[in-house]
């Protein structure tokens, strides 16, 4: 729900002795991901065309790959292309068993507006709509790494292409999974990059910005892939039904107690 950025993620070359060494730099405070592409001419590699490397928050001169001559005596040259999305996007083990936090206020009750894979916008997406209101509160589900927080935004509109005007906040994860709470009010965020938040912390509110048909907390988590894929999971809610945790479901109505 989230709209593609460009990242500040750096690439350049240094040469050193006989060798070109690829480098990247990333400023951003987590993990990217970049897929690299290169056409070498009397020019060998330490890494294959097409390798997908993660480089880690907050890092500089990252080496990425040496390139080397064949032919002493010929002429040579490279080029290279990224591809580079958020996250870790080579993830494939995370913690299945969290129990998340329902990320509406204390003592009260609210329904699943659409459920995972709802026939009306999250075809094949494992995500949740929470039925609140203009205004009303949201909490973080779990505690993270605030790594983006978009408020600016006021319009809305039931087609996609309005997806560009979605307020939202997004949340890194311990395990490197990332959730995404969206559609918040102008200004509605209460938290900001670069801020760590525990489960259970006031972070904003709700709105109807965005590819929105009408109020309500759109709420995913997520393992981002290069491709711009998102990999969905679902994942339990202590309810005052079930405080052990429950797959919430669509058309049904959960209470916070805690």
Not at 213 to 219: A, E, I, N, Q, R
Request: hydrophobic share 30%; with cysteine.
């Amino acid at each position: 729900m989230g709209v593609a950025q460009q990242w500040n993620v750096r690439f350049y070359h240094e040469t050193e002795g006989q060798e070109a060494v690829i480098y990247a730099d990333n400023p951003e405070i987590m993990p990217m991901s970049a897929q690299l592409t290169y056409t070498l001419q009397n020019m060998k590699s330490t890494l294959p065309s097409g390798t997908t490397v993660v480089l880690p928050p907050l890092s500089e001169k990252t080496e990425i790959m040496r390139l080397t001559k064949i032919k002493q005596n010929a002429s040579n040259r490279f080029s290279y292309q990224t591809l580079i999305n958020f996250g870790n996007v080579l993830l494939n083990e995370y913690d299945e068993n969290h129990l998340y936090s329902l990320p509406f206020e204390t003592g009260k009750t609210q329904m699943i507006f659409q459920g995972y894979s709802g026939k009306l916008s999250h075809h094949n997406a494992d995500a949740l709509d929470f039925d609140l209101n203009v205004g009303d509160k949201v909490f973080a589900a779990r505690g993270g790494l605030v790594v983006e927080a978009v408020e600016n935004n006021t319009r809305n509109c039931p087609d996609i292409s309005c997806a560009k005007f979605n307020n939202y906040i997004l949340i890194l994860h311990s395990d490197g999974t990332f959730a995404e709470y969206s559609h918040l009010k102008h200004n509605g965020s209460e938290v900001q990059k670069g801020d760590v938040v525990e489960q259970g912390q006031f972070i904003g509110y709700s709105g109807n910005t965005g590819y929105s048909t009408g109020p309500h907390l759109h709420f995913s988590v997520f393992i981002n892939r290069i491709d711009g894929k998102r990999d969905y999971l679902k994942t339990k809610f202590q309810t005052a039904e079930v405080p052990e945790g429950e797959l919430l479901k669509e058309k049904q109505k959960y209470r916070r107690d805690y």
